[in-house]
């Protein structure tokens, strides 16, 4: 073959290419999608093209979050964690919410009190004499993105579909709060009542905490479901359908979700018109997003990530309470650890204000109380505080114990990024180098997975073990019931078990607000200083990293950001 | 060449055979449980013994084995566990994007490498040569990551002209018809010209990652068999007659392509499972970091359906391989 034969195929062959691909089109049915996943499109829903040119138009908040949920059906996704969390909150749709805009700096130094709730689906309510029935009316102006009006129907759907398909909401309903079996009674199109077995402090606070509680369009959904499928599962993996500021426009499973206004909310908001989740793995790629103005909002930096944002122009972090806790636990079923003063000596060998300098750089509290210290809680009594680090008592305490000298066997300490986060093996170090003052040597085990590290705590099988406890509200009834009851903890992992403490605990998760739970909730409170069945290190503070640009912000105690109610 | 071919095709599905029970056996040795997240954030006894139950994870290993092979003769290769999608959907929706990512890596890889390598071997000592051995040996010693993060570093952060790392598109929206579900490919076929840019601009950075860092090993390779191709008694006849030096060179380089070839097939081969850690630091939508997810997480039915396709995937390139490599060498023979 010469030469020119040569080039002469090859310009004839490429010829025919771009003959060829000057002819192709797509077939007529082709898929419209995003990069990755076509996005079911439903009916009602804007079309791509209409999207794009929204898109270009629109107000857009452009969110970078670690991680993005793959699913939208929250009874699902709730149970995943973070990836649900950062973007879950905003779909709304909730019977009740918790106004933040009054407190303190908008929610950023205080709680809310757990049942001060505001109306969000529900306009009115009002309970019986015995509190054990709330009649509850449903506002009139709420229609859904897909042209449905709010009705009971939904809510006695979702409420079902919720025990039904949500292991969570089962714990919220029937755990923290008491409600019976089937607690939704219908009176008319917007009114119905809802029983519980007790009045508790969290009765209609449970439907503001929770995203997994939204009342969904049952109209809409219904026209999905099947025999197989009678909650209508698979369409709610990529489809939401509620009543909330926001409608899906576009979701790419676990790395975009594009929101746009509900036309049909019948909310204030600000002047958000689309958000725009994404999925960005690596917080220095964030870092440099926020830095460089890309985004408007950036989660899950580090704290030496966040240290280095404070004072750049143009970037506010935000640092604000939040509900969760981070803390060292030991088996206490046998070993040296069942004995509660080897306990007390852990908690006066850490210097927990060091600990906050340290690895936290200073974006957490010391934890000082038995209970968090942002909660609603009885008169600060000093005796209800933390005793200061003194390494030197906490190795007479292990003497007084038997343990001169400290520990003969090491104590494994197994740690996970899950939970505490990514300041784990931080802490760990830290907190090894602490206790080896008082002879306590610890030998850190990261578990890289974790499902075999919540497996590991979940049934007991460790010695000892960094977490962050999460409660779903802070609110003293829910906090002491998840992990330190004899038998009827919704998880106790420790094996701790004080009558003392039961007694107070249970107390404070059936008594209303008053003088008599304040009580309860100072006898449950010292038992933990004192007993430490759990040794708690930090309060946590919740931040957020946010362009200065933005307005309008409210904290909530889930940490997350509503964004319809920001202005840009 | 026709048997052959029969018999190392027919040969495919029980090594993937093997592989689907190698990797199902390893899969149950590791601790976890699954069901502890799946069951909520507070999950009691009862609720774990009721998620294991409905996902099957309380039956015996082999039950659970009988069951997931059963399926996957049927084409159903079961739905994650966590997220309750098809696997099958995951996969068709992930690995596009991979190859998308690979292939262009790997072109990139070839042209730098080899042209590195053969400036290392035909210069030998002389400083062009040294210069060449010195860049390898740099390109060599950083990490994936960090070549990644320099990338960004300085065409992002500090030039600003690369996009920002944020996937395959930027942050607005991009909408795409599907037809092949190879996003840049459909781009191109359907005309959509500004998509394509932008799923080109945003490939530049991962594919230099990738390409400048597997360059070292075409460099290596390429330096090795060329210098030996170089000495070789054939080239030296071919200089004796008077051929330029450039066909001198292409002549050695058709001697020594062999391996060059092999290795990256091997290379393709081995990065079908996705190059993880470049696809988190650019966020890249890839089925490496959803594979590496699914068995951290031990997500057993998306980590066999991960296993088994980039299992397929590899001995289908080595079968590729061998062709192509009795091709390029008739003296080559396997039987």
Known sequence: MNRRSSAIRAAAASALLVIALAACQPPEDAEEMDVGQDASQDDGAIEPDESAQAGVDATTLNYAIPSLTDNLDFSV????????????????????????????????????????????????????????????TLRDDVVSAFGNPLTTEDVAWSVERHFETDNSAVVDYQLIADYPDDPISIIDDLTFEMAVNSPTTLDLGIHA????????????????????????????????????????????????????????????????????????????????????????????????????????????????????????????????????????????????????????????????????QGMPYPDEDPELLYDEYAPDAAAALLTEAGFDGGLDEPVELIINDARPGAHA???????????????????????????????????????????????????????????????????????????????????????????????????????????????????????????????????YPHCELMVHHLDM | MSLFLLKRLALIPVSLLLVVTLSFALLALIPGDPAYVIAGPFPSDEDVAIVQQELGLDQPVWVQFKTYLANVAQGDFGRSLYTQRPVVEDILRLAPNTIELIIPSIILAMVLGIGIGIMAAYYGDRSYGRLARGVTGVIQSTPDFVMALLLIYVFFFLMGVAPAPVGRTGLGDVTLLRWTGFPLVDALLTGQWATAGVLL?????????????????????????????????????????????????????????????????????????????????????????WGLDSIVELDIPAAQGFIVVTGAITLTLYILLDLLTRYLDPRVKYE
């Open chain 1, 209 to 372: 905490t929770w995203p997994g509680h939204a009342i969904m369009d049952s109209t809409k959904m219904l026209e999905h479901a099947t025999d197989d499928d009678p909650w209508a599962e698979e369409w709610a993996r990529d489809n939401w359908a509620g009543f909330g500021p926001w409608i899906v426009d576009d979701f790419v499973p676990g790395e975009r979700l594009v929101l746009v206004v509900n036309e049909n909310f019948y909310g204030d908001r600000g002047n958000v018109e689309r958000v725009v989740y994404d999925a960005i793995p690596e917080s220095s790629s964030r870092l440099q997003l926020i830095t460089q103005t890309e985004v408007d909002i950036v989660a899950g930096l580090s704290f030496d990530q966040l240290q280095s944002l404070q004072g750049i122009d143009g970037v506010d972090v935000s640092d604000c309470v939040g509900p969760r806790r981070d803390l060292i636990t030991f088996n206490q079923e046998d070993g040296p650890f069942a004995d509660a003063r080897v306990r007390e000596a852990v908690s006066l060998a850490i210097d927990r204000q060091a600990l906050v300098d340290g690895p936290y750089r200073g974006f957490a509290a010391p934890a000082i109380r038995g209970l968090h």
């Open chain 1, 77 to 136: 996704a709730g149970q995943m964690g973070l990836p649900w969390r950062y973007a879950g909150y905003n779909f709304g749709s909730t019977l009740f919410s918790y106004d933040v805009a009054e407190l303190q700096e908008q929610g950023c130094a205080a709680f809310p009190e757990p049942d001060a709730v505001n109306g969000e689906l529900a306009a009115s309510w009002e309970f019986d004499a015995a509190r054990n029935v709330y009649t509850i």
């Open chain 1, 425 to 555: 093996e931080d802490v760990a170090v830290f907190l090894q180098g602490q206790l080896s003052q008082i002879g306590i040597e610890l030998v850190i085990q990261p578990i890289a997975s974790s499902a075999e590290f919540l497996e590991r705590w979940g049934e007991g099988r460790f010695q000892a073990a960094i977490y962050m406890e999460q409660p779903l509200i802070a609110e003293p009834g829910t906090t002491l019931t998840l992990h330190h009851l004899c038998e009827s903890a919704i998880q106790n992992v420790t094996g701790f078990c004080n009558p003392n403490f039961d007694e107070a605990a249970l107390a404070v998760n059936s008594l209303l607000p008053g003088a008599e739970r304040d009580e309860a909730t100072r006898q449950a409170a010292e038992v933990i200083l004192k007993d430490n069945p759990f040794n708690y290190l930090v309060d946590r503070q919740c931040q957020l990293s946010v362009s200065s640009d933005i307005e309008g912000y409210r904290h």
């Open chain 2, 201 to 289: 601009r945003h490939m530049v950075l991962p594919v230099l990652t990738i390409g400048i860092v597997y360059s070292a090993y075409f460099a290596r390779t390429t330096r090795a068999t060329m210098g030996a191709a170089l000495r070789s008694p054939q080239v030296e006849f071919a200089r004796a007659n008077g051929l330029s030096e450039r066909r001198v060179v292409w002549y050695a380089f058709l001697d020594a392509r062999t391996p060059i070839v092999t290795y990256s097939v091997i290379l393709l081969a081995a990065m079908s499972g996705g190059v993880i850690i470049v696809e988190t630091v650019f966020a890249w939508p890839g089925i490496g970091r």
